[in-house]
T-cell receptor, first 115, second 109 residues
Framework: NAGVTQTPKFQVLKTGQSMTLQCAQD?????MSWYRQDPGMGLRLIHY???????DQGEVPNGYNVSRSTTEDFPLRLLSAAPSQTSVYFC??????????????FGAGSRLTVL | GQNIDQPTEMTATEGAIVQINCTYQ??????LFWYQQHAGEAPTFLSY??LDGLEEKGRFSSFLSRSKGYSYLLLKELQMKDSASYLC??????????WGAGTKLIIKP
């Protein structure tokens, strides 16, 4: 069981470039999500998916796209990178522990720098 | 608005006990999570409380008071490997997580 696999671990982009952060999980979890983590701030939800073919926006979706064609994969696309998107990005899948609560399993993170 | 408050940094001594506090204000409440995050790594799940009281899990315990909007994480018999950030997150009425900025815990020998 690999868990949640994110690639790449590090990436440097120039303003205006586009790229895709890959995320795959092998736990057959329906719920997947993308977060960004910035210094001095809590994790912020970018997009999430409750199953294949279903995606929705989180707290900070602008500048990002997602798709969910399979249960396993949930890529995050930066359409036109901006310095404000410099951050550490975490993909997560989750499982239910009852009472509507889901425990998140995070990928190792992708550190993105936009120059 | 929704808000989670926790101290930015705490220092404790190896072998001692430390309590990390978290206060929350969210639109509705469906539980409180604690995650541990070592530097440069991903957060990992520690605990979940939805009812008032103390939940004990080995050296770690988590407490919740819903009437006070307050939780704490208690770490006993501190070890050097407990040096990490501890993230508090409240689940709101839409089952979305609102995250605190985290408490960086420094353990000294």
């Amino acid at each position: 069981n690999a868990g949640v696999t994110q690639t790449p671990k590090f990436q440097v982009l120039k303003t205006g470039q586009s790229m895709t952060l890959q995320c795959a999980q092998d736990m057959n979890h329906e719920y997947m999500s993308w977060y960004r983590q910035d210094p001095g701030m809590g994790l912020r939800l970018i997009h999430y998916s409750v199953g294949a073919g279903i995606t929705d926006q989180g707290e900070v979706p602008n500048g990002y796209n997602v798709s969910r064609s399979t249960t396993e994969d949930f890529p995050l696309r930066l359409l036109s990178a901006a310095p404000s998107q410099t951050s550490v990005y975490f993909c997560a899948s989750s499982y239910s522990i009852g009472s509507g609560a889901n425990v998140l399993t995070f990928g190792a993170g992708s550190r993105l720098t936009v120059l | 608005g929704q808000n989670i408050d926790q101290p930015t940094e705490m220092t404790a001594t190896e072998g001692a006990i430390v309590q990390i506090n978290c206060t929350y204000q969210t639109s509705g409440f469906n539980g409180l999570f604690w995650y541990q995050q070592h530097a440069g790594e991903a957060p990992t799940f520690l605990s979940y409380n939805v009812l008032d009281g103390l939940e004990e899990k080995g050296r770690f315990s988590s407490f919740l008071s819903r009437s006070k909007g307050y939780s704490y994480l208690l770490l006993k018999e501190l070890q050097m490997k407990d040096s990490a950030s501890y993230l508090c997150a409240s689940m709101d009425s839409n089952y979305q997580l609102i995250w605190g900025a985290g408490t960086k815990l420094i353990i000294k020998p």
